[in-house]
């Protein structure tokens, strides 16, 4: 278990003090895949490098199973380190190694003999998917599979813990997709704690089971991915969760339509759409004058608005035909913007 209590990190600019971490407090067990988002200078790289010491805090403690880091020796901190290893936006290789190389290298460091650390090294750059690429250099490779041996050389040392600083935002969609799996794959094969740092709501979506969301140094809100996505209660998140704007914005015809709002808080995503099935089961047709949904893990998460003409009755029947489907919830918009 990782258990950041009350984090504060102070950087003295020419400019004057720069207060990048206000008391940050997480917890992650162990075996999570944990997302930490934010926008730009919201504070999450300088968190993620607090968490092994790569920056010291100047308040607060960072304990990993129990241990306070800022008590270990620097010997004893270099040994916890091969147990928190990190991957990268810029994937940091050692350009003048072959793969192959590469992912020895914390192998060597950690004294291991030359061929025992070559075996260890195939055997992940088998595990990456990229077993033919042992002697090629990363000059030669593709970002995706540039990141595949940076993933790779983190796992040289059996880590307890991954972490991920921006590791996807230099690849295209599909990339990203593909090294997510992989991730996934890691985390599900050997039980690692993948912690996740990213400004991207898509990869939190994608992979992430619990989420902080970081603004100006401070987490403003955390949980479970599909609830924060559901029901977003800061600014920060309303901002990650609704890119486009005020989800209240709604182009709806005020003198013949009801609204109602409809929360997807973790429904089945499978079969037929459900206002569709209401249209085709009830006869009740409903205007979506405003949506944000979408699919995590086979579950659908985000909010509709629905018009509904007919008067008051039409209503209370599409609202009670809504209701019978498990984890959605139901309510009358009593004001909105048109």
């Given amino acids: 278990m990782i258990e950041l209590q009350n984090l504060t990190k102070i950087f003295h600019t020419a ?41 010291r805090p100047d308040e607060g403690t960072v304990k990993v199973d129990g241990q306070d880091l800022a008590q270990l020796s620097e010997r004893e901190l270099r040994k916890m380190r091969r147990n928190i290893t990190m991957i990268f936006q810029g994937f940091n290789l050692l350009m003048q190694r072959n793969c192959l190389r590469n992912v020895c290298y914390p192998l060597e460091l950690a004294g291991v003999k030359r061929a025992e650390a070559r075996k260890k090294a195939m055997e992940l750059l088998e595990l990456v998917g990229l077993q033919d690429k042992a002697l090629a250099y990363p000059a030669q490779l593709s970002g995706g599979q540039k990141q595949r041996v940076a993933i790779a050389r983190a796992l040289a040392t059996n880590p307890k813990v991954l ?25 599900s094969r050997f039980g690692i704690t993948v912690i996740i740092i990213t400004h991207q709501m898509s990869v939190v979506e994608n992979v992430c089971r619990k989420v902080a969301i970081l603004d100006r140094g401070e987490v403003v809100e955390h949980g479970d991915v599909g609830e924060i996505f559901a029901h977003p209660k800061s600014q920060a998140a309303r901002k990650l969760v609704y890119p486009d ?33 209401m249209a085709l089961d009830a006869g009740i047709t409903a205007n979506i004058a405003y949506a944000s949904t979408k699919t995590i893990h086979g579950k659908a998460y985000g909010s509709m608005i629905l018009g509904i003409a007919g008067g008051e009755d039409q209503k209370n029947r599409a609202i009670d035909y809504l209701r019978e489907t498990p984890d959605i919830i139901v309510e009358e918009v009593s004001d909105y913007v048109s």
Avoid: Q
């Fill in 15 to 55: 400019e004057g003090e720069v207060e990048a971490l206000k008391k940050v407090s997480i917890t992650i067990p162990d075996g999570e895949i944990y997302g930490i988002i934010g926008m730009s200078g919201a504070g999450k790289s300088t968190l993620v490098r607090c968490i092994n010491l790569l920056e």
């Fill in 245 to 277: 704007g005020n989800e209240n914005a709604l182009v709806v015809n005020a003198e013949s339509e009801t609204l109602i709002r409809v929360v997807f808080n973790g429904a089945d995503a499978a079969g037929k759409p459900i206002i569709a099935r």
């Fill in 163 to 187: 972490l991920c600083d921006e590791a996807t935002s230099a690849l295209d969609p599909t990339t990203t997709n593909s090294i997510l799996e992989l991730i996934r794959d890691i985390n």
